[in-house]
């Protein structure tokens, strides 16, 4: 079953927050983000495998909690560099191959 | 860094035609996949590919599709008989253990294939 994101798209100005949340109709027992830009390859930005677990690395963190069946994503002092589109996925299938979201775009101006 | 390296970058064919696209992965990566993404939509699963066998593939990948890695290094991804909604790009993909013990995918930058 394929990630369910939310928002689809979100605008911001240089140094604005956002929130970009993962959700999933099944257990989940990781996460994976992935940030794409504009004809370029999804690049892996984190991975978070327990319940309560969160990770960041700049400005970009994530929470994942497990009983909620959902992730999210924080993006914190937006710059310029941050514009591209947010994938999150999780675990498909019996190998667990990851199963993408639609993805948000996110555009910031400056 | 380590890259994952896909040829062709662009890639037109007929309605018809066999393409074969190609991924070299990263070294020490032992799990693979193919992804596509149909212009501006969702990043898909095709298939994966561990200890030299298809690991599981989805809906999308039928038998038109199959997957080889022929020499140990390259993994390539065979269409037989493309068709108009088979114009997307594919990603390869890497990863050192799969998703299953967390680490995360090397994504190669495509081959954008257009059939026409």
């Known amino acids: 079953q394929q990630p369910v994101q939310s928002p689809q798209a979100v605008i911001l100005r240089e140094g604005e927050d956002a929130v970009i949340n993962c959700s999933s109709s099944k257990a989940l027992y990781s996460v994976h983000w992935y940030r794409q830009k504009h004809g370029e390859a999804p690049v892996f930005l984190m991975i978070l495998l327990k319940g309560g677990e969160q990770k960041g690395h700049d400005k970009i963190s994530a929470s994942f909690n497990e009983k909620k069946q959902q992730s999210s994503l924080y993006l914190t002092a937006s710059q310029l560099s941050y514009s591209g589109t947010y994938f999150c996925?999780?675990?498909?299938?019996?190998?667990?191959?990851?199963?993408f979201g639609k993805g948000t775009k996110l555009s910031v101006k400056p | 860094e380590p890259e994952v390296t896909q040829t062709p970058s662009h890639q037109v064919t007929q309605m018809g035609q066999e393409v074969i696209l190609r991924c070299v992965p990263i070294?020490?990566?032992?799990?693979f996949y193919w992804y596509r993404q149909i212009l501006g939509q969702k990043v898909e699963f095709l298939v994966s590919f561990y200890n030299n066998e298809i690991s599981e593939k989805s809906e999308i990948f039928d038998d038109q599709f199959s997957v080889e890695r022929p020499d140990g290094s390259n993994f390539t991804l065979k269409i037989r008989s493309t068709k108009l909604e088979d114009s997307a790009m594919y990603f390869c993909?890497?990863?050192?253990?799969?998703?299953?013990?967390?680490?995360?995918?090397?994504f190669g930058s495509g081959t954008r294939l257009t059939v026409v």
């Open positions: 993909a890497s990863s050192v253990w799969g998703q299953l013990r967390g680490t995360g995918y090397t």
């Open positions: 996925g999780t675990p498909g299938g019996s190998q667990g191959n990851l199963i």
């Open positions: 070294s020490n990566h032992l799990y």
